[in-house]
T-cell receptor, first 111, second 115 residues
Framework: GQNIDQPTEMTATEGAIVQINCTYQTSGFNGLFWYQQHAGEAPTFLSYNVLDGLEEKGRFSSFLSRSKGYSYLLLKELQMKDSASYLC????????????FGAGTILRVKS | ETGVTQTPRHLVMGMTNKKSLKCEQH?????MYWYKQSAKKPLELMFV???????ENNSVPSRFSPECPNSSHLFLHLHTLQPEDSALYLC??????????????FGPGTRLTVL
């Protein structure tokens, strides 16, 4: 998506912690979503941030800094099943309040 | 059936064929979407329907024609496609149209190959 950047690929070890970053440039920001997509499957919702700070949900946390145009998804106690693509999506007035997705980060968890 | 379902899961068609993709949501949502996902490219929004009315057409070629007969069903009619249209086509739904924090629920997608 336009002006939404994520690393293409990351590799981490089972049991470790990994942080997937997403930067964006837009006007009229209205929220940022993270989705998980396993190969050949539908994207599934992980988190939504609209205010600055950290949202924690079990092993997954998502952080937002609106002034920096920056978010990250933090995955703790990595499991093999966490190997997937992680999609960052931004909603803003500039995009007509529709979701615009980044290209996704493929995470590979190795034992 | 629960959630969002799509049929067929896989489709191979020639450039002169006419086919349709079907999406059904069992969540009582008011908004439905078609997305295109090509390899190593971001999800691209194609069409948005809210309460059965099309509210978004993201400059999609006319060889793709959506239809929303009711709030639970969404179709994508395909004709005279090109090989570059080969992709995963995802349907999604949300309680209301975007602009809210409503998450979108995605179907499993139709893997389309155009020969």
């Amino acid at each position: 998506g336009q002006n939404i950047d994520q690393p293409t690929e990351m590799t981490a070890t089972e049991g470790a912690i990994v942080q997937i970053n997403c930067t964006y440039q837009t006007s009229g920001f209205n929220g940022l979503f993270w989705y998980q997509q396993h190969a050949g499957e539908a994207p599934t919702f992980l988190s939504y941030n609209v205010l600055d700070g950290l949202e924690e949900k079990g092993r997954f946390s998502s952080f937002l800094s609106r002034s920096k145009g920056y978010s990250y998804l933090l995955l703790k106690e990595l499991q093999m099943k966490d190997s997937a693509s992680y999609l960052c999506a931004v909603m803003s007035k500039e995009y007509g309040n529709k979701l615009v997705f980044g290209a996704g980060t493929i995470l590979r968890v190795k034992s | 059936e629960t959630g969002v379902t799509q049929t067929p899961r896989h489709l191979v068609m020639g450039m002169t064929n006419k086919k349709s993709l079907k999406c059904e949501q069992h969540l009582g949502h008011n908004a439905m979407y078609w997305y295109k996902q090509s390899a190593k490219k971001p999800l691209e929004l194609m069409f948005v329907y809210s309460l059965e009315e099309r509210v978004e057409n993201n400059s999609v070629p006319s060889r793709f024609s959506p239809e929303c007969p009711n709030s639970s069903h969404l179709f994508l009619h395909l004709h005279t496609l090109q090989p570059e249209d080969s992709a995963l086509y995802l349907c999604a739904s949300s309680q209301d149209m975007v602009g809210t924090s409503d998450e979108q629920f995605f179907g499993p997608g139709t893997r389309l190959t155009v020969l």
